[in-house]
């Protein structure tokens, strides 16, 4: 896939100011805390890995936006600038790992024991 190459300067403004105090958020979340999961209500896949983090006894901490009702647009926001398309987005140690699915299986490798280590 090729990247966008360029972006008028005005265009690149209004992306940068979409939502800007939920990036705000969860950037410093993700700066601040080891595991960060940014999910949505209703979402299976959001639950599944805060009781996969709950019952390792991994602190973490869960930011939700809306669900699929509401929310669209932070949530739109946030993906724009993680570049992952799904949620939950899983944070280690300041990286994007993945979603559920990535989670579970750093888990069950006992690689995430490993990065929350170093």
Known sequence: MSAL???HPKAQSAREA???SVISEVSAAVEKEAVVVVGMAWNPFCSKAV???TEKGIAHRYLEYGNYLSGWKPRLAIKMWS???TFPQVFVKGA???GF???KALADSGELATLLKG
């Open 101 to 103: 699915n990535d989670l």
């Open 51 to 53: 009781k996969l983090l």
């Open 96 to 98: 994007l790992i993945g």
């Open 18 to 20: 979409f939502h800007s």
């Open 5 to 7: 190459v360029k972006i």
């Open 83 to 85: 570049g992952w398309p």
